[in-house]
């Protein structure tokens, strides 16, 4: 079992920045690929962003880049996104999961844990 926390969510104007952080504890962290997704109001669960385990390959959905960047501590058990830029549009509850597939899965049913979710909400 890998348990994960999300922390960071909050209420910015838009071109803010915000930085979320997922805490994780229970198996080898290092093990797991990890990723952003979000969930707004009325609409699917999307993907965001993916770390592989080495943090050596990275992907993120085409609304969010060049705004965006996940990257991950291993010896501290975390992953971050830094949200730069935030635009109304990103107002969502914000999942930090993580998946025993190699490189970065970009497929929610690719993860098998889940945190709990952080709110992310960019007024105009």
């Known amino acids: 079992q890998v348990q994960l926390v999300e922390s960071g969510g909050g209420l910015v104007q838009a071109g803010g920045s915000l930085r979320l952080s997922c805490a994780a504890s229970g198996r080898t962290f290092s093990n797991y690929a990890m990723g952003w997704f979000r969930q707004a109001p009325g609409k699917e669960r999307e993907f965001v962003a993916a770390i592989s385990w080495s943090g050596g390959s990275l992907y993120y959905t085409d609304s969010v880049k060049g705004r965006f960047t996940i990257y991950r501590d291993n010896a501290r058990n975390t992953v971050t996104l830094q949200m730069n830029n935030l635009q109304p549009e990103d107002t969502a509850v914000y999942y930090c999961?993580?998946?025993?597939?190699?490189?970065?899965?970009?497929?929610?049913?690719?993860?098998?844990?889940w945190g709990q979710g952080t709110q992310v909400t960019v007024s105009s």
């Open positions: 999961a993580a998946s025993g597939r190699v490189g970065v899965p970009r497929s929610a049913y690719d993860y098998n844990y």
